[in-house]
């Protein structure tokens, strides 16, 4: 089956610090990878996604390389600010999976000024 | 642009009590599901529906029914409310068919079962 495992959380950094959460995947089939954001007292939002072996996904300075090779979808961001305090989920979805995602537990990321 | 829409946003029932979670899509999509989030156990797949009229189990059913009658709506009832029932509910809804399509997430319905 599939199974996505994520860095513990919580982390906690300073601004503009460099942040890597890492995220590694198991699957049947060839996945497409993705990483959402909650940010507090919210749902779910679409940070980034790759569809194929070393596609880079990026989005408000946030980056993440889809490596077949060593099965991960590392999220980075070289300087994050105050605002970037959330929790972050890496997921999958298999193409005939019927569109069911498969999360990781989450990371809890805060940034103190 | 609503997306999806969830209701409620808090909800405390007592045990053996029975309620539904209301979830509406805008955006003419056929996939939509639940899904519970839980501490240190992040988002898992209640049932999860591939069009109206077709619904299906996802990895942790038990306790909860759906129905889908149009693509827009698809309602989660807890028939019998248990204390393991408490968590946060998202629904989520993506157009379908592809494996690299976005979810969209409502904002999530507390329930606290007590």
């Known amino acids: 089956g599939n199974s996505v495992t994520q860095m513990e959380g919580p982390v906690t950094l300073s601004e503009e610090a460099f942040l890597t959460i890492n995220c590694t995947y198991t699957?049947?089939?060839?996945?497409?990878l993705f990483w959402y954001v909650q940010y507090p007292g919210e749902g779910l939002q679409l940070l980034l996604k790759?569809?194929?072996?070393?596609d880079k996904g990026s989005n408000k300075g946030f980056e993440a390389t889809y490596r077949k090779e060593t099965t991960s979808f590392h999220l980075e961001k070289g300087s994050v600010q105050v605002s970037d305090s959330a929790v972050y989920f890496c997921a999958l979805k298999t193409r005939f999976g019927n569109e069911k995602l498969t999360f990781g537990t989450g990371t809890r990321l805060t940034i103190i000024p | 642009n609503a997306g999806v829409t969830q209701t409620p946003k808090f909800q405390v029932l007592k045990t053996g009590q029975s309620m539904t979670l209301q979830c509406a899509q805008d955006?003419?999509?056929?996939?939509m599901s639940w899904y519970r989030q839980d501490p240190g156990m992040g988002l898992r797949l209640i049932h999860y529906s591939v069009g109206a009229g077709i619904t299906d189990q996802g990895e942790v059913p038990n306790g909860y029914n759906v129905s889908r009658s149009t693509t827009e709506d698809f309602p989660l009832r807890l028939l019998s409310a248990a204390p393991s029932q408490t968590s946060v509910y998202f629904c989520?809804?993506?157009?379908?068919?592809?494996?690299?399509?976005?979810?969209?997430f409502g904002q999530g319905t507390r329930l606290t079962v007590v």
């Open positions: 955006m003419n999509h056929e996939y």
């Open positions: 699957a049947t089939g060839y996945p497409s």
């Open positions: 790759a569809t194929k072996a070393d």
């Open positions: 989520a809804s993506s157009y379908g068919r592809q494996g690299d399509t976005e979810a969209f």
